[in-house]
């Protein structure tokens, strides 16, 4: 196996494909690539080689960010207790005390970070007196995730009565002084999502995290995507993958995406890669799209929403198309079972990638 060449381990390779696929849902990538590059089988030790190379760089990335982190938090005051980095995820754990996390938050905004939702000032007093952690992420080549967190998770069963949420943030925007009803306003809002007179689905597409540019090619090798095909990203973020599919694979590409200005990213990303003509973006909602013509979607969702999308397309798309979902969580229950599932192993990133073929 050639330095950096990427590898796809799928159902040809069942065993070596389950024991990474339980490797990686339970964070233990690094250990288990070490003792694979050790082993005497061939295929076994290649991968394990692969994986080894593949985690020293998301280590080394991540240290590096980390370390320029806790800098910029220093700068502004902030006193950072620990820190801690992921061997197989671009993401890193910042710890801090409660009274400096709205200052932690600020100064990784200044670095570049987002969060899901701008908060209200109520909501943001509420926020940091009564939450514990809070995640924040910036697009690259790879999305770089923060997660900042102010004191340990522990709820009583009080808190976890009265506590807020952001679903309670989202109901109504209070002044700083009245950040304490947010514990009214939870009851409220439970009671009336169960009495149907508001909706229970909190659900989004928050955090928005872009597919690593490095795993498109393979995505599409998984997808089996040719010029015949028509590819569609369900948020379709800064347009990618979309763009990707149709450069290299000569296809016709459609991307739904919420944010005005991600799309605009995207149409011009489309047409400096010359294949405007090929790829539509939409400013929309993804689930009101027609899907007659797409044969292939491709989704990095978060579980919560691929567990109620994923369903949806299988009804909806035309015998034939295929499905393909990547990450690196455990699919949710309410997922139907996918016909394949294959791990992909590129120099920077590694995820799992389940497929599902449209039947008659």
Not at 174 to 190: F, H
Request: glycine letters at 8%.
């Amino acid at each position: 196996m050639r330095p950096g060449e990427n590898v796809i381990v799928d159902v040809d390779n069942p065993e070596l494909r389950d024991e990474l696929v339980h490797a990686i849902h339970g964070h233990g990538l690094a250990a288990w690539a070490e003792q694979a590059a050790r082993s005497k089988g061939a295929a076994r030790a290649g991968v394990g080689d692969a994986l080894v190379a593949t985690c020293a760089r998301i280590t080394a990335s991540n240290e590096a960010e980390r370390d320029h982190l806790v800098e910029v938090l220093s700068t502004a005051g902030v006193t950072v207790l620990s820190t801690s980095v992921s061997y197989q995820q671009h993401t890193i754990c910042v710890q801090v005390s409660p009274p400096d996390a709205v200052a932690a938050l600020t100064a990784l905004r200044g670095a570049g970070f987002r969060t899901s939702r701008s908060l209200a000032a109520g909501a943001l007093e509420s926020w940091w007196r009564t939450g514990h952690t809070q995640t924040l992420t910036r697009d690259g080549d790879a999305t770089t995730v923060v997660r900042l967190r102010w004191r340990e998770r522990r709820r009583s069963r009080m808190q976890q009565i009265f506590g807020p949420t952001s679903a309670d943030w989202d109901v109504v925007s209070l002044p700083t002084q009245l950040w304490w009803a947010y514990s009214i306003v939870r009851p409220i809002r439970v009671l009336a999502e169960r009495l149907g007179l508001r909706s229970a689905d909190h659900s989004a597409l928050e955090p928005f995290l872009v597919t690593p540019a490095s795993l498109i090619g393979s995505l599409l090798d998984v997808a089996s995507v040719s010029n015949d095909d028509v590819v569609f990203d369900f948020g379709s973020g800064d347009g990618r993958f979309v763009v990707g599919a149709a450069a290299t694979r000569g296809c016709r590409s459609i991307g739904v995406e919420q944010s005005a200005e991600l799309c605009a990213v995207a149409i011009q990303r489309a047409a400096d890669a010359g294949v405007a003509n090929r790829v539509r973006i939409v400013n929309g909602d993804a689930g009101e799209v027609d899907l007659a013509e797409v044969t292939v979607v491709v989704l990095f969702l978060p579980m919560a929403v691929a567990a109620r999308v994923v369903p949806d397309l299988v009804g909806r798309l035309s015998p034939g198309a295929r499905i393909v979902l990547h990450e690196q969580s455990s699919l949710a229950a309410d997922v139907p079972e996918p016909d394949s599932t294959s791990v992909v192993i590129v120099g920077d990133a590694v995820t799992v990638a389940h497929r599902w073929n449209v039947a008659a």
